[in-house]
């Protein structure tokens, strides 16, 4: 998967592939193979070379939703520029609505539990890209929960939490 998705960087239908195929063989595990095989690189950067591309980015955004369950998963992924990754295809997607729901939820995942990403969220226009996909798609009830729990979990820093109420986050949630 990870040879193929190399070779063939410039080829939108072989990320969305190698991104689904990494979403499924990803488990919680930390001694995950696929991990230690920088899974993370290549879709990151399949993500960032097809950031116009729906089915990639959410293939991508899936696949990172996966990925993030445990602490140093995040950490990396944070680290290889996945925060960045996401918001670019959150906002080159807007009306996509499987984009939405799987970039809420892979920033989400991001930000659990971790005080790090939830500052590099923040900077990196995270929280801007959530809120507007909740008010973009206010009647989709899978946009909606990835939405509010990302919020949930931006929300562990006060800074965030200020940031949040004056984007409109508050407002958002309620009319959703």
Do not use: P
């Not at 001694?31 to 116009?52: E, Y």
């Not at 996945?82 to 939820?105: D, H, K, L």
């Not at 798609?137 to 979990?153: N, P, S």
């Not at 949040?164 to 958002?172: N, S």
């Amino acid at each position: 998967v990870l040879a193929g998705m190399r070779a063939h960087k410039d080829a939108a239908r072989v990320q969305k592939q190698g991104c689904r195929a990494l979403r499924y063989l990803c488990t919680n595990t930390a001694d995950n193979k696929v991990t230690q095989l920088f899974a993370f690189n290549a879709l990151i950067a399949g993500m960032r070379a097809h950031s116009g591309a729906a089915e990639v980015q959410e293939a991508g955004c899936a696949a990172l939703s996966n990925l993030c369950q445990n602490t140093d998963t995040r950490v990396t992924v944070a680290a290889l520029g996945g925060i960045e990754a996401v918001v670019a295809g959150m906002r080159a997607n807007e009306g996509e609505v499987r984009v939405q729901m799987w970039g809420c939820g892979a920033l989400a995942g991001l930000c659990a539990d971790n005080a790090a990403n939830q500052v590099k969220v923040a900077v990196h226009g995270g929280i801007e890209a959530v809120v507007a996909g909740i008010r973009a798609h206010e009647g989709v009830e899978g946009v909606q929960v990835a939405g509010c729990l990302a919020l949930v979990h931006f929300c562990g820093n006060a800074d965030n939490r200020v940031k949040v109420a004056a984007l409109g986050g508050i407002e958002a949630v309620l009319v959703g």
